[in-house]
């Protein structure tokens, strides 16, 4: 369950896989007597889901545990049959660094410079500037969005902020 990690100045990678069971322990007693079980209605005893006559037996066979034996003749017992839990995982992620990242903005903005703004308005008024803050910044978040997906372009189209625009057009 140990992680592995590839760190680079630019690009990293982090890959982890594992998995968990969850077990049931019944109670177990040692001593001279097997121990007497009384209850107003009867018993609830939870095992776990699966056949029921099988595990008695095997589990009255350990140390400790041949009072299963006893519950299993009594009337007066509910069986109750508890699902364990069981899951695995695997994943694999990577991109950019942070470092990589601010490269990657850098030079985009760089390479957008006053041009980009001049689609919206003229570069010199405040409008000008916002417009090409604003295309800047989408520039950047593009490319670092297509990178991070290994240049598959639908996958960078569904990271924020791309799936907001692209949810608004039909």
């Known amino acids: 369950m140990n992680p592995r990690r590839r760190y680079y100045i630019v690009w990293q990678s982090k890959i982890n896989s594992g998995s968990r069971t969850q077990t049931a322990v019944l109670p177990s007693f040692t001593g001279p007597s097997v121990p007497v079980f009384n209850a107003p209605g009867g018993l609830v005893v939870q095992i776990p889901d699966g056949d029921f006559r099988r595990q008695i037996q095997t589990l009255s066979q350990q140390p400790g545990m041949d009072y299963l034996n006893t519950l299993a003749n009594r ?16 994943y694999k992620q990577e991109g950019l ?9 850098v030079a985009v903005a760089w390479a957008v410079g006053p041009g980009g703004a001049g689609l919206i308005s003229s570069a010199t008024t405040t409008m000008g500037m916002m417009g090409n803050a604003v295309m800047s910044s989408l520039a950047s978040q593009a490319a670092i969005a297509l990178i991070n997906s290994k240049g598959n372009v639908g996958e960078a189209l569904r990271t924020t902020p791309f799936k907001v625009l692209v949810s608004k057009f039909p």
């Open 75 to 90: 009337t007066d017992v509910n069986w109750q049959p508890v699902k364990l839990a069981f899951n695995t995982w695997h």
């Open 97 to 105: 660094t942070q470092a990589g990242a601010v490269l990657v903005a």
